[in-house]
């Protein structure tokens, strides 16, 4: 299956992140450790997402007991986390924890069209300066479905003038995933944290995870 799948699509092959996908799997599985698990399996694909990152010196520092050492870091100033509204938000604390420095936060919100499954953008609040444009926008949205709302959050992110972007995600859908790859192939890293094979005809992943963003904020029936 991964060897059909386009470079820039990344599979965990870490063994308590899928561990921890089957327990998110499981429709026994609450509104509480729904929130827990996708915090942890966020915090493990995006140490392997970021190890890309530069560390530069900046500077000496001493420890407690009186030596010198060199400090480094990572310049996180122009990083910006992208989390797609409702259900990225799940994602968003374990990416600033595995950063060294805050990063600016910028929603975008798109649900998709019931009858045609296409998205639709109902906020935006990536700046209009383009002085304030970041190097690496890092998409946060736990389900590749169809593809359509990777999509459309590539596309905003290239048009507002990124260099790169990755995505995060914790489950994919095969053809939605090679879909959202091809969108900006030279520019797009996805990560996700397991693949499945298709879709159901609502557009939701089989077997999948249900409607997650109703799993973690309770909204289930609505």
């Known amino acids: 299956m991964a060897s059909s799948l386009p470079p820039n699509v990344h599979i965990s092959k870490h063994p308590c992140l899928r561990a921890k996908l089957s327990q998110l799997r499981s429709k026994s ?92 953008e109902y906020y935006n609040n990536l700046p209009q300066s383009q002085a304030k444009v970041a190097k690496l926008a890092i998409i946060v949205d736990p389900i590749i479905a169809t593809g359509q709302t990777c999509i459309a959050a590539i596309q905003s992110l290239k048009e507002w003038g990124v260099e790169k972007v990755i995505v995060l995600s914790v489950l994919g859908a095969i053809p939605g995933v090679t879909s959202a790859a091809a969108e900006w192939p030279e520019g797009t890293e996805i990560w996700v944290g397991g693949l499945d094979e298709g879709l159901t005809d609502k557009g939701m992943i089989k077997p999948g995870l249900g409607d997650i963003g109703d799993r973690l904020f309770l909204t289930l029936g609505k």
């Open 29 to 120: 599985t609450n509104a509480r450790e729904t929130k827990a698990l996708v915090h942890e399996i966020a915090l493990l694909l995006g140490t392997d997402a970021l190890s890309y990152l530069h560390l530069e010196e900046a500077g000496k520092d001493e420890t407690p007991i009186g030596y010198e050492y060199t400090f480094e870091t990572i310049d996180c100033s122009k990083i910006t986390l992208v989390p797609i509204l409702r259900s990225g938000l799940g994602m968003v604390e374990a990416v600033q924890t595995i950063l060294p420095a805050p990063v600016s936060v910028h929603h975008l919100g798109l649900f998709r069209e019931k009858l045609t499954l296409q998205p639709v």
